[in-house]
C-alpha cells in the first residue's frame, strides 16, 4: 500500500536524519517557494522528534521586485515555526558568462558556505521534477556521464553535507500534501516565463512527453541515478588504477597512459584533476591534451582551460592550477626571523655557522632572476639553474625560486617552498619552520 504525501515526505526526513550524526545542525535551503515553505514546515516536526537543531537560511539575490516579498515571507514563517532564520544578501555577477541562473547558483552556494558552520547539514528542497529537468539539461548540452547523472542525493562540499531528501517525490505529491498542511507560500513570478531553459522545459517540453509517455520524469530521475551509479564506478575503477601511474615527483607517467585505450586515457585525466580539486578540462581541450601525449621529451607542452592546465615534462604529464609568473617580491631581511614568502607554507631562516661574520641586515630575500651561483660547501661554485634541471624541479616551478643574497650580491641560499628544495652556501644553514605568528613578511 503506497504511503499518503505527507506520510512518504516526512519517512524521508526521518531516514535523513537517521544518517546525520547527533550534534550536528540540519539546515534548510528558504527560497520561500511550495516546495522549501513545506520542507521547512515538515523539517520542525521531524527534528523535534530527533532531537536534531533546525536553522533556515534564505538567499536574497536582488534580482526582481518581488525579493523583498520572498524575504518576507521566510521571517513570517520562521517566527511562525519558531526557526532561526539567516538572511544573506548577496551580488550577482551577471557578467561571469554562466548566464544569469548560473550565476546566482554560484552566489547562492558561496553564501551557504560562508554562513553555515562545518560539518552542518543541508536540506534542498529538490524533487523528481527538477531531476528530470536536469538529466534534459545535461543531454541538450551534450553533457558526460557524469552531466546526466544530475543532482547526487547527498553531497559533501566544502565541510558541509548536502542532502536532497525528496528527489525521488514528483512534484504533484509535494503539491497534495501542501494543501494538506493548508501551507502558505510565495509564488516566484519568474517561474511562469519560458526565456529560461530549465522553465521551457518544464513549462512546454516535459508535459509533451508526459502526454505521450505517462511517468516521463519518473523515467529520466531514474536514468539519472543509474548515470551516477555508472559514474561512481567509473571513478572507484579510475581511483585504483592511478596509484600505478603517479610517483613521488607528481605526475601521471606518460607511457603508461599512452598504453591505455582513449577512453580511459580520458577517465584518468579527468579522476585524477577531481582528485587535486581542479576542473576538469572541456572536451576539446582534453583531446588536445591527450594527443600531445607523445610530444618530444624536450617539448613544452601546455594545454590551459580555466582555473585548470597541462603540462608535459620528461615523460610526465602535470595536472595544475593555471600557473603564472609571481608577482615583483623582494625583501630586505635579516636571515633570523623566520620569513614566510608570498607563496605561503612554510617560513625559514638562513644562520651563519660558527665562524661565520655577517651584518644582521645584510641580505634581500626574492624570486630567482637567472645566472646566480651559489658556492657549494665540497663541491665548488655551482649554477643554480643546474642545480634545479638535477632535481627536477619542472621549469614552470623555476619561477617561484627564492634565492637569497648578500649585500654584495653573493647567493648564498636558494630554496622551492612549495616542495622544500633548498641549497645553502659553505658557512651557512636554512632552517625551516612550520607556520606562525612569529613568521614574517619583513
Not at 513549462?203 to 508526459?210: G, M, Q, S, V, W
Request: proline content about 6%; hydrophobic content about 40%.
Amino acid at each position: 500500500m503506497a504511503l499518503l504525501p505527507l506520510d512518504a515526505l516526512t519517512a524521508r526526513l526521518d531516514n535523513a536524519l537517521a544518517e546525520t550524526p547527533p550534534g550536528r545542525c540540519v539546515w534548510v535551503a528558504l527560497s520561500g517557494g511550495l516546495d522549501s515553505s513545506l520542507l521547512l514546515t515538515l523539517a520542525t516536526d521531524a527534528c523535534q522528534r530527533s532531537g536534531h537543531r533546525l536553522a533556515a537560511i534564505h538567499v536574497n539575490h536582488g534580482l526582481q521586485a518581488a525579493a523583498g516579498t520572498f524575504e518576507q515571507h521566510c521571517r513570517q514563517l520562521c517566527q511562525c515555526l519558531q526557526v532561526p532564520l539567516t538572511v544573506a544578501h548577496v551580488a550577482v555577477d551577471t557578467g561571469s558568462g554562466k548566464g544569469l541562473e548560473g550565476a546566482a547558483r554560484q552566489a547562492r552556494y558561496a553564501a551557504f558556505a560562508r554562513q553555515l558552520g562545518r560539518g552542518d547539514t543541508l536540506w534542498l528542497a529538490q524533487h523528481q521534477d527538477d531531476q528530470a529537468e536536469t538529466f534534459l539539461l545535461g543531454a541538450l548540452r551534450g553533457s558526460g556521464i557524469r552531466g546526466l547523472a544530475g543532482m547526487p542525493g547527498v553531497r559533501h562540499w566544502q565541510g558541509l553535507t548536502l542532502v536532497r531528501p525528496w528527489l525521488d517525490i514528483p512534484q504533484d505529491q509535494l503539491n497534495e500534501a501542501a494543501q494538506q498542511r493548508s501551507l502558505d507560500w510565495v509564488d516566484d513570478p519568474t517561474n511562469a516565463q519560458c526565456e529560461a531553459d530549465r522553465n521551457f522545459l518544464r513549462h512546454r517540453i516535459l508535459p509533451a512527453l508526459e502526454s505521450r509517455w505517462q511517468g516521463t520524469g519518473q523515467r529520466l530521475a531514474r536514468v539519472a541515478r543509474q548515470a551516477a551509479e555508472a559514474d561512481t564506478l567509473l571513478s572507484e575503477y579510475a581511483l585504483a588504477e592511478l596509484p600505478d601511474l603517479c610517483s613521488h615527483a607528481g605526475g601521471l607517467d606518460v607511457a603508461g597512459l599512452m598504453v591505455r585505450s582513449r577512453a580511459r586515457q580520458r577517465l584518468l585525466v579527468r579522476t585524477q584533476c577531481q582528485r587535486l580539486g581542479l576542473p576538469t578540462p572541456p572536451a576539446k581541450r582534453l583531446e588536445s591534451l591527450l594527443d600531445q601525449l607523445d610530444a618530444a621529451p624536450d617539448a613544452q607542452v601546455r594545454v590551459a582551460w580555466p582555473q585548470g592546465e597541462g603540462r608535459l615534462w620528461r615523460g610526465r604529464l602535470y595536472l595544475l592550477t593555471t600557473t603564472s609568473a609571481p608577482e615583483q617580491w623582494t625583501q630586505v631581511w635579516s636571515g633570523r626571523t623566520p620569513l614566510v614568502t608570498p607563496l605561503g607554507g612554510r617560513a625559514f631562516s638562513v644562520l651563519p655557522v660558527a665562524g661565520t661574520q655577517c651584518r644582521h641586515d645584510a641580505f634581500q630575500a626574492g624570486w630567482r632572476q637567472g645566472g646566480e651561483v651559489l658556492p657549494l660547501k665540497g663541491r665548488g661554485r655551482r649554477d643554480l639553474n643546474r642545480l634545479l634541471q638535477e632535481a627536477g624541479l619542472p621549469p614552470w616551478e623555476r619561477k617561484r625560486v627564492v634565492v637569497v643574497l648578500t649585500r654584495a650580491g653573493q647567493c648564498i641560499a636558494a630554496l622551492h617552498p612549495p616542495s622544500g628544495l633548498s641549497w645553502v652556501a659553505g658557512g651557512w644553514r636554512l632552517v625551516w619552520q612550520a607556520p606562525s605568528a612569529l613568521a614574517d613578511l619583513e
